[in-house]
């Protein structure tokens, strides 16, 4: 019972077994904090309600240990009888059979805690070396001409590799380097891989992936060689280790860590529908541009035109400004679409090694921007030509050019151009405009 002290116990107490065990179940929790354990797994039972009952053992001795369901829902491995653990649990006392337990609070396979120790140990000299910094990191090519994948062959992190690049840029050329991802000897083999594919130098940026699994399995990347080999690549590596929880040493000296290896592929792998989209967005940015242009030109030189119907005595100054504009103009123009060309140019080699495919899309668009470039130098010519026809015109009608054939003006005294001999009278005085000078004349006769 609770409510009772050991220290009013003596050889005169009398207790009941339930009294007994209830002490007996305090004081152990009382004087034994939560301890780590380390032992074989025996007789386990696993129940519908979750719970597992199992023996703890060592070669001399075994405890009953129990882990309830809100404890053990959480464990990403599979606990059988047989294997080496660790557990933390409380000492304590099942009351109700009076039997000595453990109820246990974590669990993790022997040894682990080692691993966890060596990870940390290494991190931090690896930390302090600085070859985790962001200096060291490799650009990723954002359109890579070859893709390397070191990873172990006939497995599901290979499988799901290759689909995603397939999916997402299928001309893209793939080097598998083939080698284990766990056990005595992957990490010798992993770095002799990332050395290999180096020499070769046939690769843009490399992958460096495995499925998911427990901290063993995953042990290869944390290897110091490992890190120094990744570190020393000449090409950049991007890791996919494991699932999305799952960090290694490899992952902080890579030069791009992805969750998966899924996600590694989606990282270097262009995506040729996105590229094709944002060909097109560009296009049609271009081809609006060119509308503009050619509007507001057409504006400009409709406003010219009508300009050129202003009184005579200023139509030299608006046809050397109109010539001037369309020269500028031409000129303006010749350098824009030398510079959208140049663009045209710059796009179709970024994206013709990687998407042969788009070759068809880019042609069209440059046979459209000659069109256009076409058409615009058409209208500017027929423009110029109503110009010269317009100037032609206004100097034919220049009253000069008419005295310029031999005909001449007369006017009276007062100025008044005299267009019928009734208007002037015998003996009037006249004055005659000839193409150069002029005459003053008395009338003797009239007709």
Same mark, same amino acid.
């Given at each position: ?144 001409? +070859? *893709? ?13 590799? &290759?689909?995603? @690049?397939? /999916? !997402? ?115 049609? +940015? *271009? ?13 400009? &030189?409709?406003? @010219?035109? /009508? !300009? ?140």
């Amino acid at each position: 019972m609770d409510h009772l002290s050991t220290a009013s116990l003596n050889a005169h107490t009398l207790l009941s077994v339930s009294e007994l065990n209830s002490y007996a179940r305090a004081l152990l929790e009382l004087s034994f904090p939560l301890l780590w354990i380390r032992g074989e797994v025996s007789n386990l039972k696993q129940y519908p309600s979750g719970h597992w009952y199992f023996l703890l053992k060592d070669k001399d001795a075994q405890i009953r240990c129990v882990m309830f369901r809100q404890k053990n829902q959480w464990l990403d491995w599979s606990l059988r009888d047989g294997m080496q653990i660790e557990v933390q649990a409380l000492v304590t006392l099942y009351e109700a059979r009076g039997e000595f337990q453990l109820n246990v609070e974590h669990i993790r396979q022997a040894g682990l805690g080692n691993l966890y120790e060596a990870f940390e140990k290494l991190k931090s000299k690896l930390q302090a070396a600085g070859i985790f910094d962001a200096i060291h990191k490799k650009n990723i090519p954002e359109f890579p001409k +070859r *893709i390397g994948v070191i990873t172990s062959l006939n497995t599901a992190a290979l499988y799901d590799i &290759l689909s995603t @690049l397939r /999916h !997402r840029m299928p001309s893209l050329p793939i080097i598998i380097y083939p080698t284990p991802v766990q056990g005595k000897d992957a990490a010798k083999s992993i770095v002799t891989m990332i050395e290999l594919a180096g020499k070769r130098a046939e690769c843009d940026v490399l992958l460096l992936c495995r499925g998911g699994g427990s901290i063993e399995d995953l042990w290869a990347f944390n290897e110091e060689i490992v890190a120094y080999a990744i570190f020393h690549s000449v090409i950049p590596i991007v890791t996919g280790i494991g699932h999305e929880t799952d960090f290694t040493i490899a992952d902080f000296v890579a030069d791009k860590r992805a969750p998966t290896p899924t996600g590694a592929a989606q990282i270097v792998s262009p995506d040729t529908q996105e590229i094709a989209k944002h060909l097109n967005h560009l296009y049609h +940015r *271009i081809e609006r541009a060119y509308k503009h242009e050619i509007e507001r030109r057409m504006q400009t &030189l409709d406003l @010219l035109c /009508h !300009r050129l119907i202003d009184p005579r005595e200023s139509i030299k100054h608006q046809v050397n400004r109109l010539q001037y504009l369309r020269e500028k103009l031409l000129f303006c123009w010749s350098r824009k679409i030398e510079k959208m060309d140049s663009e045209n140019r710059h796009l179709q080699r970024r994206f013709f090694s990687s998407a042969p495919n788009l070759e068809h899309m880019l042609n069209q668009q440059f046979e459209r921007s000659s069109k256009l470039h076409k058409a615009i130098n058409y209208y500017l010519e027929r423009q110029g030509t109503k110009l010269v026809h317009y100037q032609t015109q206004l100097t034919h009608l220049n009253p000069k050019s008419v005295l310029q054939r031999g005909y001449s003006i007369t006017s009276n005294v007062e100025g008044k151009i005299l267009r019928d001999s009734s208007q002037i009278n015998i003996d009037d005085s006249i004055q005659v405009t000839l193409a150069e000078g002029w005459v003053k004349a008395k009338v003797s006769d009239a007709g």
